[in-house]
């Protein structure tokens, strides 16, 4: 029962990813600079290493990438969704796992993410372009629109953590006292 729970949930996060990645396509772009938006489907990243686990987060972020980037997107696209989504998962990632009693709050890394995320981004397109002074031009607009990107996306994933069912936010402890439970309900009326 736990492993199926994990990979249900899994699942609707990993849809819940492309949808908000295919919506936020389809916004009309603000700012005159290239790939930048709010990066909507990072709150299912966040909500992965909450709900899940850092190994499964990953491979959610992956896995969106790279069947977005074949449905919606480009060869380049994925490159830089990759290169960002790497770079942000690895950021997130140090901040979880060395957050000394919930210090750092879900805004906090989220920011830090996006921070990450153009940085990794930024990076791909100099290397690929071969024009290194793309990060001296770029990265100070990049990291201030990560800072309200990321506020968004940290604000939204804590809302979201609240309003979840608590069958969501299951201990992997607490699935098991389920799964014990379901069974043995199951097996006394048979």
């Known amino acids: 029962m736990k492993n199926s729970h994990h990979l249900v949930i899994s699942a609707v996060l990993l849809s819940c990813s492309i949808m908000l990645g295919y919506v936020e396509s389809l ?51 994925i490159i830089y969704s990759l290169s960002g989504g790497l770079i942000s998962y690895i950021v997130m990632f140090v901040l979880i796992k060395f957050n000394k009693k919930g210090k750092s709050s879900l805004i906090f890394i989220s920011i830090l993410g996006a921070v990450g995320h153009n940085l990794g981004q930024l990076v791909a397109a100099a290397l690929l372009m071969k024009t290194p002074a793309i990060l001296i031009y770029y990265l100070p ?46 097996h006394d009326n048979a």
């Open 27 to 77: 916004f009309p772009q603000f700012i005159p600079i290239p790939g930048a938006k709010i990066g909507l489907s990072n709150i299912i990243t966040l909500l992965s290493f909450s709900l899940l686990s850092p190994l499964s987060a990953f491979f959610i972020l992956i896995s969106r990438i790279i069947i977005s980037g074949v449905l919606f997107g480009t060869p380049a696209s």
């Open 141 to 186: 607009f990049l990291i201030l629109l990560a800072i309200p990107a990321g506020l968004i996306v940290g604000v939204i994933s804590g809302a979201v953590l609240r309003y979840l069912p608590t069958s969501f936010k299951a201990t992997n402890k607490q699935r098991q006292d389920q799964s014990e439970s379901y069974s043995s309900e199951h």
